[in-house]
Protein backbone atom coordinates (compact mmCIF):
# COMPACT_ATOMS: atom_id res chain seq x y z
CA UNK A 1 0.00 0.00 0.00
CA UNK A 2 2.49 2.37 0.06
CA UNK A 3 3.24 4.41 -3.25
CA UNK A 4 6.90 4.14 -5.01
CA UNK A 5 7.16 7.64 -7.12
CA UNK A 6 7.17 4.82 -10.76
CA UNK A 7 4.05 3.04 -9.01
CA UNK A 8 1.12 4.50 -8.19
CA UNK A 9 -2.38 5.76 -9.51
CA UNK A 10 -2.56 9.80 -10.57
CA UNK A 11 -5.77 9.60 -8.74
CA UNK A 12 -3.10 9.28 -5.54
CA UNK A 13 -0.67 11.18 -6.44
CA UNK A 14 -0.18 14.02 -3.83
CA UNK A 15 -1.67 11.85 -1.37
CA UNK A 16 -0.73 12.53 2.50
CA UNK A 17 1.96 10.65 3.89
CA UNK A 18 0.45 10.49 7.34
CA UNK A 19 -0.06 7.43 9.04
CA UNK A 20 -3.62 7.96 9.74
CA UNK A 21 -4.13 8.40 5.91
CA UNK A 22 -2.41 5.01 5.33
CA UNK A 23 -4.67 3.77 7.49
CA UNK A 24 -7.73 5.27 5.97
CA UNK A 25 -6.60 4.19 2.63
CA UNK A 26 -5.82 0.72 3.61
CA UNK A 27 -9.20 0.16 5.29
CA UNK A 28 -11.18 1.61 2.57
CA UNK A 29 -9.75 -0.75 -0.04
CA UNK A 30 -10.20 -3.40 2.54
CA UNK A 31 -13.53 -3.17 2.96
CA UNK A 32 -14.20 -2.75 -0.99
CA UNK A 33 -12.55 -5.86 -1.83
CA UNK A 34 -14.62 -7.25 0.77
CA UNK A 35 -17.49 -6.35 -0.65
CA UNK A 36 -16.51 -7.86 -4.10
CA UNK A 37 -15.77 -11.09 -2.97
CA UNK A 38 -18.27 -11.50 -0.99
CA UNK A 39 -21.05 -10.50 -3.00
CA UNK A 40 -19.54 -11.73 -6.45
CA UNK A 41 -19.06 -9.15 -8.60
CA UNK A 42 -16.70 -10.48 -10.06
CA UNK A 43 -16.78 -14.15 -11.37
CA UNK A 44 -13.46 -15.43 -9.66
CA UNK A 45 -14.57 -19.22 -11.61
CA UNK A 46 -13.94 -18.07 -15.14
CA UNK A 47 -10.82 -19.71 -16.48
CA UNK A 48 -10.80 -18.77 -20.60
CA UNK A 49 -8.21 -16.71 -21.40
CA UNK A 50 -10.09 -15.57 -24.13
CA UNK A 51 -13.19 -14.90 -22.77
CA UNK A 52 -13.78 -10.75 -22.79
CA UNK A 53 -12.94 -9.11 -19.92
CA UNK A 54 -16.11 -7.12 -18.06
CA UNK A 55 -16.34 -3.71 -18.64
CA UNK A 56 -18.17 -1.36 -15.30
CA UNK A 57 -19.48 1.18 -16.10
CA UNK A 58 -18.58 3.38 -12.76
CA UNK A 59 -20.77 6.74 -11.94
CA UNK A 60 -19.33 10.14 -10.93
CA UNK A 61 -21.87 12.72 -9.73
CA UNK A 62 -18.48 14.52 -8.49
CA UNK A 63 -19.50 14.18 -4.60
CA UNK A 64 -16.72 12.73 -2.29
CA UNK A 65 -18.41 9.05 -2.26
CA UNK A 66 -17.98 8.52 -6.01
CA UNK A 67 -14.69 10.13 -6.13
CA UNK A 68 -13.97 7.38 -3.38
CA UNK A 69 -15.43 4.71 -5.92
CA UNK A 70 -13.61 5.84 -8.60
CA UNK A 71 -9.99 6.23 -6.45
CA UNK A 72 -10.48 2.99 -5.07
CA UNK A 73 -11.90 0.48 -7.80
CA UNK A 74 -8.16 2.22 -9.81
CA UNK A 75 -6.17 1.46 -6.87
CA UNK A 76 -7.40 -2.51 -7.07
CA UNK A 77 -7.59 -2.27 -10.66
CA UNK A 78 -3.71 -0.72 -10.64
CA UNK A 79 -2.72 -3.69 -8.11
CA UNK A 80 -3.75 -6.31 -10.34
CA UNK A 81 -7.03 -6.86 -7.97
CA UNK A 82 -9.80 -6.40 -10.28
CA UNK A 83 -9.98 -7.57 -13.55
CA UNK A 84 -12.06 -5.30 -15.15
CA UNK A 85 -11.98 -2.95 -17.60
CA UNK A 86 -13.54 1.10 -15.93
CA UNK A 87 -15.18 3.27 -17.57
CA UNK A 88 -16.28 6.51 -15.41
CA UNK A 89 -19.20 8.10 -16.36
CA UNK A 90 -20.60 11.74 -15.32
CA UNK A 91 -24.46 12.28 -16.32
CA UNK A 92 -24.80 16.15 -16.67
CA UNK A 93 -28.49 16.71 -15.62
CA UNK A 94 -28.66 20.26 -16.82
CA UNK A 95 -29.08 21.48 -12.68
CA UNK A 96 -29.42 25.35 -12.65
CA UNK A 97 -25.01 26.19 -11.56
CA UNK A 98 -23.84 22.65 -12.48
CA UNK A 99 -19.75 23.17 -12.90
CA UNK A 100 -20.12 20.81 -16.44
CA UNK A 101 -15.92 21.43 -16.61
CA UNK A 102 -15.28 20.00 -13.60
CA UNK A 103 -15.33 16.51 -14.02
CA UNK A 104 -14.26 16.29 -17.45
CA UNK A 105 -11.01 18.31 -16.71
CA UNK A 106 -10.77 16.17 -13.55
CA UNK A 107 -10.74 13.22 -15.65
CA UNK A 108 -8.23 14.25 -18.16
CA UNK A 109 -5.98 15.12 -16.15
CA UNK A 110 -5.95 11.61 -14.02
CA UNK A 111 -5.74 9.84 -17.23
CA UNK A 112 -9.14 8.24 -16.73
CA UNK A 113 -11.08 6.76 -19.62
CA UNK A 114 -14.69 8.39 -19.20
CA UNK A 115 -17.38 9.77 -20.81
CA UNK A 116 -19.71 13.11 -19.70
CA UNK A 117 -23.52 12.55 -20.96
CA UNK A 118 -25.63 15.48 -20.98
CA UNK A 119 -29.11 14.81 -20.67
CA UNK A 120 -31.55 17.92 -19.42
CA UNK A 121 -33.87 16.18 -16.95
CA UNK A 122 -34.06 18.48 -14.85
CA UNK A 123 -36.40 20.39 -17.08
CA UNK A 124 -38.83 17.04 -17.35
CA UNK A 125 -38.46 16.66 -13.27
CA UNK A 126 -39.59 20.83 -12.57
CA UNK A 127 -42.46 19.90 -15.32
CA UNK A 128 -43.59 17.07 -14.29
CA UNK A 129 -43.19 17.45 -10.38
CA UNK A 130 -45.82 19.87 -8.14
CA UNK A 131 -44.42 22.54 -6.56
CA UNK A 132 -43.55 21.76 -2.93
CA UNK A 133 -43.14 18.24 -3.90
CA UNK A 134 -39.25 16.62 -3.72
CA UNK A 135 -37.71 16.02 -7.18
CA UNK A 136 -35.72 12.95 -6.12
CA UNK A 137 -37.70 9.89 -6.86
CA UNK A 138 -38.56 11.14 -10.64
CA UNK A 139 -35.07 12.18 -10.74
CA UNK A 140 -33.95 8.90 -9.55
CA UNK A 141 -35.89 7.12 -12.26
CA UNK A 142 -34.52 9.59 -15.36
CA UNK A 143 -30.93 8.74 -14.24
CA UNK A 144 -31.14 5.23 -14.30
CA UNK A 145 -32.38 5.20 -16.88
CA UNK A 146 -30.08 6.96 -19.16
CA UNK A 147 -27.35 5.17 -17.35
CA UNK A 148 -28.44 2.17 -18.27
CA UNK A 149 -28.65 3.01 -22.11
CA UNK A 150 -25.20 4.58 -21.81
CA UNK A 151 -23.82 0.89 -19.93
CA UNK A 152 -25.33 -0.68 -22.91
CA UNK A 153 -23.74 1.38 -25.60
CA UNK A 154 -20.53 1.38 -23.89
CA UNK A 155 -21.01 -2.86 -23.69
CA UNK A 156 -20.92 -2.37 -20.05
CA UNK A 157 -21.90 -5.45 -18.06
CA UNK A 158 -22.41 -3.67 -14.77
CA UNK A 159 -23.47 -0.22 -13.82
CA UNK A 160 -21.16 1.14 -10.56
CA UNK A 161 -22.56 3.09 -7.81
CA UNK A 162 -20.80 5.08 -5.16
CA UNK A 163 -23.82 4.33 -2.85
CA UNK A 164 -21.84 3.41 0.76
CA UNK A 165 -22.82 1.89 4.46
CA UNK A 166 -24.92 4.92 5.71
CA UNK A 167 -26.52 5.25 2.37
CA UNK A 168 -28.05 1.34 2.67
CA UNK A 169 -28.61 1.90 6.58
CA UNK A 170 -30.60 5.13 5.54
CA UNK A 171 -32.67 3.52 3.01
CA UNK A 172 -33.27 0.72 5.15
CA UNK A 173 -35.15 2.94 7.61
CA UNK A 174 -36.85 4.39 4.84
CA UNK A 175 -38.47 1.94 4.00
CA UNK A 176 -39.39 0.91 7.28
CA UNK A 177 -40.86 4.04 8.93
CA UNK A 178 -42.36 5.27 5.47
CA UNK A 179 -42.84 2.21 3.06
CA UNK A 180 -44.00 -0.58 5.52
CA UNK A 181 -41.29 -3.17 4.04
CA UNK A 182 -37.86 -4.31 5.02
CA UNK A 183 -35.59 -3.59 2.24
CA UNK A 184 -32.68 -1.77 1.01
CA UNK A 185 -29.91 -1.19 -1.45
CA UNK A 186 -28.75 -4.55 -2.26
CA UNK A 187 -25.10 -4.19 -3.07
CA UNK A 188 -25.35 -6.44 -6.68
CA UNK A 189 -28.60 -6.53 -8.27
CA UNK A 190 -29.91 -7.28 -11.85
CA UNK A 191 -31.81 -4.76 -13.36
CA UNK A 192 -35.22 -5.17 -14.53
CA UNK A 193 -34.63 -6.21 -18.29
CA UNK A 194 -32.01 -8.66 -17.12
CA UNK A 195 -29.14 -7.15 -18.95
CA UNK A 196 -27.17 -5.29 -16.39
CA UNK A 197 -25.68 -5.88 -12.60
CA UNK A 198 -25.77 -3.15 -10.65
CA UNK A 199 -22.73 -2.86 -8.46
CA UNK A 200 -22.01 -1.19 -4.91
CA UNK A 201 -18.66 -1.76 -3.96
CA UNK A 202 -18.47 0.08 -0.93
CA UNK A 203 -21.51 -1.07 0.41
CA UNK A 204 -18.87 -1.97 3.74
CA UNK A 205 -17.32 1.58 3.75
CA UNK A 206 -18.52 4.22 6.30
CA UNK A 207 -19.49 7.86 5.06
CA UNK A 208 -17.44 9.10 7.51
CA UNK A 209 -14.52 7.70 5.60
CA UNK A 210 -15.53 8.64 2.44
CA UNK A 211 -15.37 12.15 3.42
CA UNK A 212 -12.12 12.31 5.18
CA UNK A 213 -10.67 10.13 1.91
CA UNK A 214 -11.89 12.24 -0.53
CA UNK A 215 -11.00 16.00 1.54
CA UNK A 216 -7.70 14.70 2.68
CA UNK A 217 -7.11 14.02 -1.44
CA UNK A 218 -8.25 17.33 -1.92
CA UNK A 219 -10.63 16.07 -4.89
CA UNK A 220 -12.71 18.97 -6.51
CA UNK A 221 -15.95 18.26 -5.17
CA UNK A 222 -19.28 19.14 -6.40
CA UNK A 223 -22.36 20.11 -3.98
CA UNK A 224 -25.00 17.54 -3.97
CA UNK A 225 -27.94 19.96 -3.62
CA UNK A 226 -27.89 21.86 -7.00
CA UNK A 227 -31.79 21.42 -7.52
CA UNK A 228 -32.55 22.77 -4.11
CA UNK A 229 -34.93 19.85 -3.10
CA UNK A 230 -32.77 18.29 -0.46
CA UNK A 231 -33.86 20.28 2.23
CA UNK A 232 -36.39 18.89 5.01
CA UNK A 233 -35.89 15.16 2.89
CA UNK A 234 -37.31 12.22 4.89
CA UNK A 235 -33.71 10.58 4.33
CA UNK A 236 -32.41 13.44 6.11
CA UNK A 237 -34.58 13.28 9.07
CA UNK A 238 -33.33 9.18 9.24
CA UNK A 239 -30.00 10.48 9.28
CA UNK A 240 -30.41 12.80 11.57
CA UNK A 241 -31.94 9.54 13.71
CA UNK A 242 -29.38 7.66 13.07
CA UNK A 243 -26.48 10.38 13.97
CA UNK A 244 -28.15 10.67 17.41
CA UNK A 245 -28.21 7.20 18.11
CA UNK A 246 -24.51 6.97 16.98
CA UNK A 247 -23.64 9.59 19.11
CA UNK A 248 -25.08 8.11 22.55
CA UNK A 249 -23.98 4.66 21.36
CA UNK A 250 -20.62 4.77 19.37
CA UNK A 251 -20.67 1.97 16.71
CA UNK A 252 -24.31 1.54 16.68
CA UNK A 253 -24.83 2.24 12.86
CA UNK A 254 -21.86 -1.03 12.23
CA UNK A 255 -24.13 -3.04 14.37
CA UNK A 256 -27.22 -2.39 12.60
CA UNK A 257 -25.60 -3.23 9.24
CA UNK A 258 -24.59 -5.78 10.66
CA UNK A 259 -28.21 -7.21 10.98
CA UNK A 260 -28.69 -6.51 7.91
CA UNK A 261 -26.25 -9.69 6.85
CA UNK A 262 -27.32 -11.69 9.67
CA UNK A 263 -31.43 -12.15 8.56
CA UNK A 264 -33.18 -14.87 10.09
CA UNK A 265 -36.26 -15.31 7.95
CA UNK A 266 -38.28 -17.90 10.84
CA UNK A 267 -38.06 -14.57 13.05
CA UNK A 268 -39.91 -12.66 11.14
CA UNK A 269 -43.53 -12.40 9.68
CA UNK A 270 -43.42 -12.81 5.78
CA UNK A 271 -45.15 -16.23 5.35
CA UNK A 272 -43.24 -15.79 1.26
CA UNK A 273 -39.70 -16.33 3.29
CA UNK A 274 -40.53 -18.97 5.58
CA UNK A 275 -43.22 -21.53 5.26
CA UNK A 276 -45.15 -21.03 8.89
CA UNK A 277 -47.53 -23.16 8.02
CA UNK A 278 -45.76 -25.98 7.14
CA UNK A 279 -43.93 -26.55 10.39
CA UNK A 280 -44.45 -29.21 12.45
CA UNK A 281 -43.40 -31.01 15.62
CA UNK A 282 -40.76 -33.19 16.18
CA UNK A 283 -36.55 -33.20 16.59
CA UNK A 284 -34.90 -30.71 13.94
CA UNK A 285 -38.64 -29.86 12.16
CA UNK A 286 -38.39 -26.31 13.13
CA UNK A 287 -34.91 -25.76 11.39
CA UNK A 288 -35.32 -22.52 9.40
CA UNK A 289 -32.80 -23.96 7.17
CA UNK A 290 -35.27 -26.76 6.16
CA UNK A 291 -38.08 -23.92 4.54
CA UNK A 292 -36.92 -23.03 1.01
CA UNK A 293 -36.62 -19.29 0.81
CA UNK A 294 -36.73 -17.76 -2.14
CA UNK A 295 -34.67 -15.60 -3.86
CA UNK A 296 -35.47 -11.93 -4.20
CA UNK A 297 -34.15 -9.05 -6.58
Not at 104 to 132: A, C, N, W
Not at 223 to 246: A, F, N
Amino acid sequence: MFDEPDDIHPLFAGAPSTTEFKKLRKRIVRHTREAIEQYGMVDRGVQDKDAPIPRWLVCLSGGKDSYTLLAVLHELQWRGLLPVELLACNLDQGQPGFPATVLPEFLERMGVPHRIEYQDTYSVVVDKVPQGRTYCALCSRLRRGNLYRIAREEGCTAVVLGHHRDDILETFFMNLFHGGRLATMPPKLVNEEGDLFVYRPLAHVSEADCEKFASAMNYPIIPCDLCGSQDGLQRQQVKQILDQWEKNAPGRRQVMFRALTNARPSHLLDPKLFDFQGLTLGPGKSSEKSAEIPQLR
